[in-house]
């Protein structure tokens, strides 16, 4: 069954630390990767595309990296903000008919 | 622009009622979709479209209709809410497909509640 699995299920770190956020994914095959960011209330808005060829991809603070042979991505957030607070959401997308996996989410939370 | 629109902002059903989510997107895009999220729970993908008149099943469709008469609208039905379909639905629309150029842009929500 194609998954994407998040972890951790929530975070709470000090303003200005760095973060890391993971993903592993069953999804076969794999088209593409995504990390979206929802604030409350919100609909998601995407941060980063990665293909299968493509290990690193950066948006401002905001850093993924893609593992394609372990199956695995990362967000890193540096010098995390009280506007990162928001629900971290990994998309993987099946080749082929382009079908979006969403996982549950990583709830970070930037406290003063 | 004002992107992906989504009306009502929050509602709260009856169980039995009908109602209809209404989602308007500006970019002119052909492609359209409307996703359920339920808490703790990735986006489910309730049905979409690939262009006006053309409409299919995702992966919940159960309970819901829709259609596509213009490529700006695609409206959501409920024809008898059940508490089951208590959750924040969400509709997107993209230029194509889920392919890495295309990014999917999202409304902000209707939080819908069935009692």
């Known amino acids: 069954k194609n998954q994407v699995e998040q972890s951790p299920q929530s975070l709470i770190i000090l303003e200005g630390k760095n973060c890391t956020l993971q993903c592993n994914y069953t999804v076969s095959p794999f088209s593409n990767l995504r990390w979206y960011k929802q604030d409350t209330g919100r609909g998601p808005v995407s941060l980063t595309i990665m293909t299968f060829s493509e290990n690193t991809k950066s948006n401002g603070r905001y850093t993924a990296t893609l593992d394609a042979d372990t199956k695995q991505s990362s967000l890193h957030i540096t010098a995390s903000q009280l506007s990162d607070s928001a629900s971290y959401i990994c998309?993987?997308?099946?080749?082929?008919?382009?079908?979006?996996?969403f996982g549950t989410g990583t709830r970070l939370t930037i406290i003063p | 622009n004002a992107g992906v629109t989504q009306t009502p902002k929050f509602r709260i059903l009856k169980i039995g009622q009908s109602m209809t989510l209404q989602c308007t997107q500006d970019?002119?895009?052909?492609?359209m979709y409307w996703y359920r999220q339920d808490p703790g729970m990735g986006l489910k993908l309730i049905y979409y479209?690939?262009?006006?008149?053309?409409?299919d099943k995702g992966e919940v469709p159960n309970g819901y209709n829709v259609s596509r008469s213009t490529t700006e609208d695609f409206p959501l039905r409920l024809e008898l809410a059940a508490p089951s379909q208590t959750s924040v639905y969400f509709c997107a629309s993209s230029y194509s497909t889920g392919g890495p150029t295309y990014e999917q842009y999202f409304g902000p929500g209707t939080r819908l509640t069935v009692t």
């Open positions: 970019m002119n895009h052909n492609y």
């Open positions: 998309v993987v997308i099946l080749f082929g008919n382009e079908k979006l996996t």
């Open positions: 479209s690939v262009g006006a008149g053309i409409t």
